[in-house]
């Protein structure tokens, strides 16, 4: 006489196969804190980007500001030297002099003679410009930081400046006043003979300090031309540093405001995994969503507080 097996307890029966909603469900949390942290991590790596910039706009202010001074300081040579020239020239009852150059004299002799003779435009050292920068929103930062407009409007502006741009024309400016002082120095040098040498070889008497003199003063006109020239390259790199320093900053507000937005997105995130994982515990009625929730509400109370008394002027 045979018998059938019994029939399995409810409880033993095989659950059924769970939806892909149920699993979706049960994965969301993990997914979404994961999405929140890898949205932190973004935004504190775009904060350090800010700070970076910030700090590199700071440096570009402090070279701006010594290019400034020093074009100051060689304005004020220049003033005390153009005094210096016309006193001797009174003192020397403007005699007139005829510098003696060798005839087989060297170029930057010969080239520091036209310097010192030359009347006008045509006197030495010659004007000198910064090379020409071909970049439109270059040029506009720059006439905007002269004229100085709002610096809402500069920051606009230094949004649209290229940083490798700005980099190429601040390094060109450095290697054409470089050249130009490489350039300058042996031409002063024999400039300095000459008038040494004109001092020297005039007969004694009245006549040798007037002469001695008024070379002296011609040798200052030039010294008094130099400065001026190069305190107006110094002027043209300062401003070139004010430009870049408007670049860094907004390059350093792009990444404050993209911090911003993922820290954002990870609130966001951060939310949605606490609701799902509150729904899923609630619906595996399990009393941990309760705590939870406790928890979050907690949390609400402490940030409320951190955050009103600064907003009404607590």
């Not at 006489?1 to 769970?18: K, L």
């Not at 006193?87 to 060297?106: C, M, T």
């Not at 004007?127 to 270059?138: A, G, K, W, Y």
């Not at 390259?233 to 993922?262: H, P």
Request: glycine share 6%.
């Amino acid at each position: 006489m045979s018998s059938a097996p019994p029939a399995p307890a409810e409880s033993e029966q095989p659950a059924p196969p769970r939806s892909f909603w149920d699993k979706l469900g049960a994965v969301l949390p993990i997914a979404l804190t994961a999405l929140a942290t890898i949205f932190a991590s973004m935004s504190n790596g775009a904060l350090q980007e800010a700070m970076y910039w910030k700090s590199q706009a700071a440096q570009d202010q402090s070279r701006s500001t010594n290019q400034w001074s020093l074009a100051g300081f060689k304005r004020d040579r220049a003033l005390i030297m153009q005094a210096t020239a016309a006193q001797l020239r009174a003192q020397s009852g403007y005699a007139a002099v005829e510098f003696i150059v060798p005839q087989d004299a060297k170029d930057e002799t010969r080239k520091a003679l036209a310097w010192l003779t030359e009347k006008g435009d045509k006197g030495g050292p010659p004007r000198v410009n910064l090379p020409t920068i071909d970049d439109p929103h270059i040029k506009e930062l720059r006439d905007a930081i002269e004229k100085r407009e709002p610096e809402k409007d500069q920051q606009a502006k230094a949004a649209l400046v290229p940083l490798a741009r700005i980099n190429a024309a601040i390094d060109d400016a450095e290697k054409f006043v470089e050249h130009t002082d490489r350039e300058w120095d042996p031409v002063v040098k024999a400039a300095t003979a000459l008038v040494a040498h004109q001092a020297a070889s005039v007969p004694s008497g009245a006549q040798k300090k007037d002469a001695a003199t008024a070379a002296q003063a011609i040798g200052f006109d030039l010294e008094e031309r130099r400065y001026r020239a190069e305190s107006r390259l110094n002027q043209g790199i300062g401003f070139l540093y004010e430009v870049r320093t408007k670049v860094s900053g907004a390059v350093s507000d792009k990444f404050r405001r993209k911090s911003t937005f993922l820290s954002y997105a990870m609130l966001v995130a951060q939310v949605g995994a606490v609701a799902s994982s509150l729904a899923l515990a609630r619906k595996q009625k399990s009393a941990l969503w309760l705590f939870a929730g406790i928890v979050g509400l907690v949390s609400v109370g402490v940030g409320g507080y951190a955050i009103l008394p600064p907003l009404l002027g607590m």
